[in-house]
């Protein structure tokens, strides 16, 4: 149930901002900042809901290579979507990081991209390299981090509906808000703190 309250939460706040975009005016380089923006958070939650089910055997393995796969293609877009906007600021002459919600979101990148690639390396980088610090220990580790990731990037979504551009072209912030609360609603509700701790308590511990 929590799951759909969340995957309804993404569609509501996600169908406003192409609604926002579709009316705004197209503006190079910077429109491809909140088009890969958005792709990069939807594709970084789906990612994350992927996980939460407690699943075993193929279908963890399955969900793992799509949660990898998911979180890298949000990763090309965060990158694509911030070189928009430091491209467009470098066209007009203007500041760069001088709001919120332009340091929450280069905080929410640099450490997704972090948390990406340790997470690929994890998974394809020789065993032996990890071995003293126990797989369950960097599952949780990783966990952790992942959750930390997609709470700095929902902030900056929420940052993001304060935005000029939002409120020149859009004048029903509350849809947005209404998005952002299911989506929270779905993700916390989701989370067992038993699989947050980060010291090993027994061997029965899977990703």
């Known amino acids: 149930m929590l799951a759909v309250v969340a995957q309804l939460g ?3 706040y996600f169908g406003a901002l192409i609604g926002v975009l579709t009316k705004a005016p197209w503006v190079y380089p910077y429109s491809w900042h909140p088009i890969c923006m958005g792709l990069y958070g939807f594709v970084a939650t789906e990612g994350i809901l992927l996980l939460q089910p407690n699943v075993k055997g193929k279908q963890r393995a399955l969900s793992r290579t799509v949660h990898g796969s998911l979180l890298s293609l949000a990763l090309v877009s965060a990158v694509i979507g911030f070189w928009a906007v430091y491209e467009n600021k470098d066209r007009l002459g203007k500041v760069h990081f001088h ?21 690929l390396s994890v998974a394809y980088a020789p065993k032996a390299l990890y071995r003293k610090i126990g797989q369950a220990r960097i599952t949780r580790i990783h966990r952790v981090a992942g959750y930390i990731s997609i709470l700095l990037v929902w902030g900056t979504l929420w940052l993001a509906v304060v935005t000029n551009w939002v ?13 952002l609360g299911m ?3 779905g993700l916390v509700g989701q989370v067992n703190p038993s699989r947050l701790y980060l010291t090993r308590k027994s061997s029965s511990v899977t990703p």
């Open 10 to 12: 993404l569609i509501i």
């Open 99 to 119: 709001t919120n919600h332009a340091y929450l979101g280069c905080a929410a990148v640099f450490v997704f991209a972090l948390q990406v690639l340790f997470g």
């Open 167 to 179: 409120n020149r072209n859009f004048n029903q912030e509350w849809i947005f808000y209404l998005g």
């Open 183 to 185: 989506v929270a609603v």
